[in-house]
């Protein structure tokens, strides 16, 4: 449990004691990363606040709901990527392996613009124009970037519990250092309905989580199919 004080102008502060993360709001979590990421910050202090952290691993909560950047604003990708596409599940699943490897900066960047949607204004509906969303993201803070990181990585965690078949568990001793990158895309053509570009983008704009319970089912299916040849 770890205790945060909410100051109030003209009123009596409010103390807040936290038991797990996801308990916290939006405004909270990312000041608790503002800490974590700040020079001044004792090492003991972080070492335990990390430890913290990491005692609650995985989440159905996407804590990060709204964020503005240079007149844009963007969306997060709901409680247990609900409002995740496909196609945006796939782009983000591969930079946040990539960037879990490699730790380069344009990873997370690409990431990150995988992850959030931009909200488009009245204007933008009326005149459409190019906007490069990994340009802008790639301006906010990093604390406020490795909050998305984490907040995606629990998440991810719980996802695998649902899709037991599209991410097989692993022994702790199995774990690998690296993640191997994912291919989503060869699932996804598994069920397209035919070989044109359309047939992948109706599969890439659906639902993420529906694409990945019928690409769930598949493997299952598959997986009964060889045991009964054997």
Known sequence: MITIEE??????????EIDTWDEMSQVQFLHLFFILNAAWYEKN??????????????SQNFLIT????KGKTYKGPGDMFRKLTMGQ?????????????????????KFVASVLTRKKSFLEWIFPREVNDTKVLSH?????????LFNYGAVRRKTT???THVFPQKQPDQAPRKMPLPRWDKHMWKLADGPSDADFKKIADSKALNILQKIDELIEESEKANRKKN
Do not use: G
């Open 7 to 16: 100051k109030r102008l003209f009123k009596q502060n409010i103390i807040h």
């Open 45 to 58: 202090d972080r070492l335990d606040m990390v430890d913290w952290l990491y005692s609650n691993p995985e």
């Open 66 to 69: 709204e964020m503005k950047i």
């Open 89 to 109: 599940f796939m782009f983000a699943d591969n930079y946040f392996c990539r960037y879990h490897n490699d730790h380069k900066p344009e990873d997370l960047d």
């Open 140 to 148: 906010l803070p990093e604390h406020a970037k490795q909050a998305i």
């Open 161 to 163: 519990k649902q899709f």
